[in-house]
């Protein structure tokens, strides 16, 4: 399959150009990332700012995460605050409209290729449910199974739909509310709005555009080529009536927030809806765009630059894994940073960026100032890899049992709940002002909300607050020129 990726196919930001593989390169193309290799054969951790100043995106700066604090009333989460969450294009928009009290919702996915779940799976799910209770919005979760059977020559629609179910009783254990939840299955859910806006795509999505984007050529299957439509519709709200009204004059006008890995195939998926978003209009309303975050891979147990894999039992810890498996995994297999002997590594130290143990404490451990400390000790040579290594498996262990004992009390009615086609409930902002009546064509009209028009009771309550405090201001001013009057 040609890998070739062509800056002109797309309007908003530069493509980043294709890196052949090359033995000392780090090698960049639609459906892979790979760290370069140095002269000593040792793979590299993936430069990800590189990614960035490829792709266009925008680093998550202090600046950034302290409005994030000052909007929401929360700390940032710990991947926001160590950079694992490091990049985003338009999250200063979402919190504008956090801060305005105006709707977005929430979008991820998953492909469902395996009945194998491994704790890289769960990353972003983790980090997604944090946004939805910090934000208190819509979450929709595409289950991807036409993809995984399109772009596979082996697989069956009744294998991945199996996988699909399985899958999704790995993500609902996570424990997202599913009065804002709602999981969809392309093979069930397409149809409809979401059919129709999935044409509305693809009209607008060229084969030449297709070649240059994704590298397919003349013997890429057609679905293949139709799919990017299929995910990119995904990012409008209008595609969810049931969830955001029927009015697509309002629904178009919603925004997304998708939190996703930042690997080239997602990156540029979405940059060609943000593209299409951006020059479509429906009834002379503009279509938003989705804004995006982007992570970082937690790297395999074989060290920086290394993919996870499903179907390598060595290259992961896997949510099904016994204590002691994990044990066995974390000892045996992952890559160390620690000095040959004893005696180097107290006197010169471990490296910290590059072992596999401590890369998991980024992510699995919560304590900012003990896993700073952790981190000096080793460096320092005061704490060894065995030590080390002890600290990440009793977190892995724990992490991975809590996951296990919420997934056992996952049935298929949960699982029918989470995907049925139903109205959701969300709060949003509870500090966020009240909409003020628009002036439309010179008259003063009714507030104009997004979304299916309707206040909510939070809403009606800050109201109803608003007017008492008017009116006791006036009550008070009343007074004052009453006394003054007497006076």
Partial sequence: ?????????????????????????????????????????????????????????????????????RVTGRRPHHFLRRG?????????????????????????????????????????????????????????????????????????????????????????????????????????????????????????????????????????NIGRIHFGSIQGATSWASSFPHIFGEDETKTVGIPCLINTVLVPLTKIHFRMTRDVSSRLKYQGKP???????????????????????????????????????????????AFSGGKVSVEEHRELGGNTTVDVAFQYLRFFLEDDDELERIRVAYEKGEMLTGELKAICIKELQTYVAAFQERRAKVDDEAVKLFMGTRPLKWGGNPRAPIVVPKVENGQDGEAQPEGDGKMTKNQLKKLEKLKQAEAKKAQKKAEKEAAAKAA
């Fill in 1 to 69: 399959m040609a890998t070739e990726v062509n800056a002109t196919a797309l309007n908003e930001s530069p493509m980043p150009e294709a890196v052949q593989p090359k033995q000392h390169k780090q090698t960049v193309d639609p459906y892979n990332v790979s760290g370069e290799v140095g002269e000593d054969g040792v793979m590299k951790a993936i430069d990800y700012n590189k990614l960035v100043e490829e792709f266009g995106t925008k680093k998550i700066d202090d600046e950034l995460l302290a409005r994030f604090e």
């Fill in 287 to 333: 279509y938003a765009k989705p804004s995006l975050i982007h992570s970082l891979f937690l790297p395999a147990l074989q060290g920086p630059g290394t993919k996870m894999s499903a179907s390598i039992d060595e290259s992961a810890i896997f949510m099904r894994d016994t204590p002691n498996q994990i044990k066995n995994k974390i000892n045996k297999y």
């Fill in 84 to 220: 694992i969450v490091f990049s985003h294009r338009d999250l200063e928009l979402v919190l504008d409209r956090y801060e305005r009290g105006e709707p977005f919702f929430l979008y991820t996915g998953r492909g469902p290729s395996s009945d194998s779940v491994h704790v890289g799976h769960t990353i972003p799910f983790e980090f997604t449910k944090w946004l939805h209770d910090t934000f208190d919005v819509p979450l929709v979760i595409m289950m991807t199974d036409d993809e995984k059977y399109l772009f596979s020559d082996k697989r069956t629609i009744e294998e991945v739909q199996g996988y699909c179910s399985s899958n999704a009783k790995d993500i609902i254990a996570i424990g997202f509310d599913p009065a804002k939840t709602f999981i969809f299955s392309d093979f069930e859910f397409v149809g409809g709005a979401f059919y129709r806006n999935i044409v509305r795509m693809s009209k607008h999505i060229t084969l030449n555009q297709a070649r240059s984007i994704f590298g397919f050529n003349d013997s890429t």
